[in-house]
Each structure stands twice: as C-alpha cells, then as structure tokens.
C-alpha cells in the first residue's frame, strides 16, 4: 500500500511524476466560504520554481497553477479543491543513460527494491518536482491560517557551511539564495559557485519561525505539533535532519539553563522553541532543518547497475548545485499544511 496523502482535516494527496505530463494536488477539508487567492497559489509557486536564478536548476517551467474543481466565484466551495501543474521542459533524453544504473544519494536502489521497478527519468516521483504540488496546497493553507493571524517564514540560515550573523527579513527575497544576511549571502554565492564549476554541489540549514499562534495547538500523544512538523519535514527527500527551538544544544544544557521559565506576563526565554509536551504555547514556533547536497553532480562516482555490476557515472542534466533556495517556500508549504490542520483538529477539540 502506498500513501500519498497527508493530513486529518485538512487533507492534501499529491499525484504525478517530474517527467510525466502534470502533477497536482487534491485538497480535501478547505472549509466552505473561505476566500482563495489564485494570484496568491501563483506566487508561491513562483517562489519555487526552477530556472529563477544562477543557484538553480535550468530546466524552464512556468509551474502555472490550473484550479480544477472546489472554488466558485474566488470561494471555496467545501468540496475536494484540485490543482494541475502542467510539465513543459522535461528532457527524458537526459537519462537514458541511467536507465539501468543507480545514481548515488538518490532514491533509486530504495525504489528499486520496493516495487521491483523505478522511474528513472529525474527520478519519477521521488524527484524534487513533486514539491510543487505541495507549494500549491500550501499556499491554500496560508489563506486559512491568515484569517487566523498566523504568519510563516523561512530562509536560508546556512549555506556551505557559512552561517548567517545577522538577520534583515526585507534581505530574505533580495537574494538569489534567500538568506536573511547580505553578507553572509555573497560569501554563500561564492562557494555555491565553487562547488557548480567544480562539477559538485552545497547543502546547508533552513531556519523557520511561524508567529501568531495561540497556544493550544497540537495533539498530546501521536499527532504533537513538533511531531506532526518533523514528519512533514522529514516528507522532503533532501532532508536529513530537524530540530526545534534550541535542539541538541539542549542536550549541552542544565534543566535550569534550558526551561523557559513563566511570570504573570509570560514566558521569559523560548529555548523550546514554541512547542510543550507537543502543544504550542503561544510563543513563535521555531525550528531548523538540515539540507543535504544535492546528489545530482558532474563528477564521477562508482556506483552499481541493476544487475550488480560496478559502474562508474557522471550525471549530466540540468540540476541545482544548490537546494536550499528552492526549498525555503516547500518548509513554508508543509509548514502551513500542517498549522491548517492542526487548526481544524482543535476547533473539534473544543465544540
């Protein structure tokens, strides 16, 4: 059984391929009358989509967003939302040569051994490409959890191991890399050029802060807000690792150096990062993601073939030597589906 579909109230199935003719989302539990923003879906989309600077990929898609069915009028309609993502620059030649051979640091071999077949043209459905139908149920998310006051925001904290030493929220869309410091971007723009013209790639660190919640969200056992957080993150190929608030340094810490301790007016510190014992308490919801290098790179790798023989590849193609950029709207995507969510579960809670 395979699952493609994700949330409890508010549900979102994602479906197609990076080389088939579309992709898209169906969302189920958009509440009736809630206003939606087409313009809105297509600058999120924007935002993510390939061939926008020197950083990314130069496959060249409009990502244009086709609203199907649940809307009339500019409203929801409460019935299923659906959205088409058409695809008009694939280059399936690309691959041909890697028909039979498993790319290193790609979903292939897991693929492979799983179904016993695999799309090997960009990787099928385990490419990158499908975060685009996620962006598109997102951006509906967004419209719901404004008229909620909830606000979402991710950037680049740390790219090719240089961190960002300060933090200008107008610099974040200034840049090709969306990093919130000037500075810290030009050095960040050199190594990722590096890295491209040595045929290799860059990963780096992904920093988000969603401020206006109330407190109160999340489920106490299996559903937690951080948990529920850290399974959408986890949902995205390129993710290796999630923390919130402080992290492991946490682990570094005293309980006296690490409790957010409270007064009359609230808490003084926010070391856990928005979320206790799974439920937010009013504070920003922050937390962090690492991004892996892109594993689609010019320079050559041993790997291994269908039949086990060894193999060495070079990928050639059209890839981002650097991930992190794109991937800042997809944070922001799946953080919002999961807050939509987590939203309606508590108007239940509550009846």
Same mark, same amino acid.
């Given at each position: 059984?395979?699952?493609?579909?994700?949330?409890?109230?508010?549900?979102?199935?994602?479906?197609?391929?990076?080389?088939?003719?579309?992709? #898209?989302?169906?969302?189920? &539990?958009?509440?009736?009358?809630?206003? %939606?923003? +087409?313009? @809105?879906?297509? $600058?999120? *989309?924007?935002?993510?989509?390939?061939?926008?600077?020197?950083?990314?990929?130069?496959?060249?898609?409009?990502?244009?967003?086709?609203?199907?069915?649940?809307?009339?009028?500019?409203?929801?309609?409460?019935?299923?939302?659906?959205?088409?993502?058409?695809?008009?620059?694939?280059?399936?030649?690309?691959?041909?040569?890697?028909?039979?051979?498993?790319?290193?640091?790609?979903?292939?071999?897991?693929?492979?051994?799983?179904?016993?077949?695999?799309?090997?043209?960009? #990787?099928?459905?385990?490419? &990158?490409?499908?975060?685009?139908?996620? %962006?598109? +149920?997102? @951006?509906?998310? $967004?419209? *719901?959890?404004?008229?909620?006051?909830?606000?979402?925001?991710?950037?680049?904290?740390?790219?090719?191991?240089?961190?960002?030493?300060?933090?200008?929220?107008?610099?974040?869309?200034?840049?090709?890399?969306?990093?919130?410091?000037?500075?810290?971007?030009?050095?960040?723009?050199?190594?990722?050029?590096?890295?491209?013209?040595?045929?290799?790639?860059?990963?780096?660190?992904?920093?988000?802060?969603?401020?206006?919640?109330?407190?109160?969200?999340?489920?106490?056992?299996?559903?937690?807000?951080?948990?529920?957080?850290?399974?959408?993150?986890?949902?995205?190929? @390129?993710?290796?690792?999630?923390?919130?608030?402080?992290?492991?340094?946490?682990?570094?810490?005293?309980?006296?150096?690490?409790?957010?301790?409270?007064?009359?007016?609230?808490?003084?510190?926010?070391?856990?990062?928005?979320?206790?014992?799974?439920?937010?308490?009013?504070?920003?919801?922050?937390?962090?993601?690492?991004?892996?290098?892109?594993?689609?790179?010019?320079?050559?790798?041993?790997?291994?073939?269908?039949?086990?023989?060894?193999?060495?590849?070079?990928?050639?193609?059209?890839?981002?030597?650097?991930?992190?950029?794109?991937?800042?709207?997809?944070?922001?995507?799946?953080?919002?589906?999961?807050?939509?969510?987590?939203?309606?579960?508590?108007?239940?809670?509550?009846?």
């Amino acid at each position: 059984m395979s699952r493609n579909t994700f949330g409890i109230c508010f549900k979102v199935t994602t479906f197609g391929e990076s080389h088939g003719p579309a992709l #898209g989302c169906v969302i189920d &539990g958009v509440p009736a009358g809630l206003p %939606v923003d +087409a313009a @809105a879906i297509q $600058r999120e *989309l924007d935002r993510r989509r390939p061939g926008q600077s020197e950083v990314t990929t130069a496959r060249r898609e409009s990502d244009t967003a086709e609203i199907l069915s649940g809307v009339f009028e500019g409203v929801a309609t409460g019935t299923p939302l659906a959205i088409l993502i058409r695809n008009c620059d694939q280059r399936s030649r690309d691959y041909g040569a890697l028909a039979e051979v498993f790319r290193p640091g790609h979903a292939d071999y897991g693929y492979f051994m799983k179904y016993g077949r695999r799309d090997y043209r960009g #990787g099928g459905r385990s490419s &990158g490409r499908e975060t685009a139908a996620r %962006v598109a +149920a997102g @951006a509906v998310a $967004r419209q *719901l959890l404004a008229t909620l006051g909830v606000k979402i925001t991710a950037y680049a904290l740390e790219i090719a191991g240089i961190r960002c030493r300060s933090f200008d929220r107008e610099e974040i869309e200034r840049n090709p890399l969306r990093s919130p410091d000037a500075d810290a971007a030009r050095e960040q723009l050199a190594a990722v050029r590096a890295a491209r013209n040595s045929g290799d790639s860059t990963g780096g660190v992904v920093e988000c802060v969603a401020e206006g919640l109330p407190a109160g969200w999340g489920e106490p056992v299996f559903d937690k807000l951080d948990a529920r957080l850290a399974q959408a993150m986890f949902s995205l190929g @390129a993710v290796k690792g999630v923390e919130f608030g402080d992290g492991f340094e946490a682990a570094r810490r005293l309980g006296s150096e690490n409790n957010d301790a409270m007064t009359a007016g609230g808490f003084l510190t926010n070391h856990a990062g928005g979320v206790l014992g799974g439920i937010s308490t009013g504070q920003p919801l922050v937390f962090r993601i690492a991004v892996k290098p892109t594993p689609s790179i010019s320079r050559e790798q041993n790997t291994v073939d269908q039949s086990g023989g060894s193999r060495v590849i070079a990928i050639a193609g059209r890839h981002d030597p650097c991930i992190v950029p794109r991937i800042v709207p997809v944070v922001e995507a799946m953080t919002a589906l999961v807050l939509a969510d987590l939203a309606l579960l508590q108007r239940t809670a509550q009846l």
